[in-house]
């Protein structure tokens, strides 16, 4: 049995969890999420619980058990609390300004960056270097936020650029500067 699989998952009180036979709805205060499970899963509801069995004993029923396990505690959680990831940016004249509802980055190219936001996805500027992503879709806003990062990934060399908040980038050592081919 699952490890993941088998934990039930908790429904808060302001939280509406639908169950059509595999597609599961999950409507709270942040937004509305719904999903198609696959057939080798079953959800069920009992009081404020939700629980997650497998129909079979066979290796992809047992693949997708946590996956889904873990998919319907990611819609409740967000559309109850919701997500958010945090960006830094690091170098001389960069910085992130946020102009309606757009998120606008200044990463030194000849013209600056807009990014639109997708639908339940709101952005935070802090300090001009520091970008918020929040939204209730998780997947959403994980990519939201990598599509941010990829305007400008971290360099090895100074470390500058865009990354996620606590992310170490391995730095290289460079030139020396002295010596080399005659």
């Known amino acids: 049995m699952s490890r993941i699989g088998k934990r039930p998952i908790t429904v ?5 969890v639908t169950i059509d036979g595999t597609k ?3 409507k709270g205060p942040k937004g509305e999420l719904s999903r198609q499970l ?3 899963v079953t959800v069920t509801q009992e009081g404020d619980t939700l629980q997650v069995t497998r129909r079979d004993d066979t290796r992809t029923s047992r693949q997708l058990h946590g996956l889904s396990r873990t998919l319907v505690a990611n819609m409740v959680e967000g559309v109850s609390q919701g997500f958010q990831r945090r960006l830094e940016i690091q170098g001389v004249g960069y910085r992130a300004a946020v102009q309606g509802r757009n998120l606008v980055l ?4 000849s013209h600056q ?4 936001p997708p639908d339940g996805i709101q952005f935070a500027v802090e300090n001009n ?7 209730y879709d ?3 806003v994980g990519n939201t936020a990598a599509k941010i990062r990829a305007v400008r990934p971290p360099e090895p060399y100074k470390g500058k650029g865009i990354r996620y908040a606590g992310e170490v980038v391995r730095r ?3 030139k020396t500067g002295k010596g080399g081919k005659k």
């Not at 960056?113 to 639109?116: L, S």
């Open 24 to 26: 599961v709805a999950v």
């Open 12 to 16: 808060p009180a302001k939280v509406q």
């Open 129 to 135: 270097t520091n970008v918020i992503v929040t939204g």
């Open 138 to 140: 998780k997947e959403i």
């Open 113 to 116: 960056v807009q990014i639109e």
């Open 106 to 109: 200044n990463m030194g190219y």
């Open 172 to 174: 290289k050592a460079g």
């Open 38 to 40: 696959p057939a080798n």
